[in-house]
């Protein structure tokens, strides 16, 4: 499963961005789907991910009434818009496909196939 993701890129402080993330693959709509976001030189840190029907949504602290994490299974596409964004979100972020339908994993090694990542820069 080929997984790209698009729709990063420069906006000010309180601004908005929708990320897209687009699979290869009709399979993925039987998997939780995520994102994830990785500062230079840090772990890559969990952001939200989806159930395989939309029915159940789990966000980090950090993004939790920022952020919204979609689904469209017709497109085989994750969605996730990005209010009110500050500084503190420049990461590159990452989709990735979870081994799972209905459980969501915050970790990494709960997510077997991963997008190129897409830079995300909010200047002050």
């Known amino acids: 499963v080929q997984l790209q993701a698009s729709g990063g890129g420069l906006v000010q402080a309180g601004g908005s961005l929708r990320l897209s993330c687009a699979a290869s693959?009709?399979?993925?709509?039987?998997?939780?789907m995520g994102w994830f976001r990785q500062a230079p030189g840090k772990e890559r840190e969990f952001v939200a991910a989806?159930?395989?029907?939309?029915?159940?949504?789990k966000y980090a602290d950090a993004v939790q009434g920022r952020f919204a994490i979609s689904r469209d299974n017709a497109k085989n596409t994750v969605y996730l818009q990005m209010n009110s964004l500050q500084p503190d979100d420049t990461r590159v972020y990452f989709c990735?496909?979870?081994?799972?339908?209905?459980?969501?994993?915050?970790?990494?090694?709960?997510?077997?196939?991963w997008g190129q990542g897409t830079q995300v820069t909010v200047s002050s």
């Open positions: 693959r009709r399979s993925v709509s039987n998997n939780v």
């Open positions: 989806i159930t395989y029907n939309g029915g159940s949504t």
């Open positions: 990735a496909v979870g081994y799972d339908s209905k459980r969501i994993s915050t970790d990494r090694g709960g997510y077997r196939y």
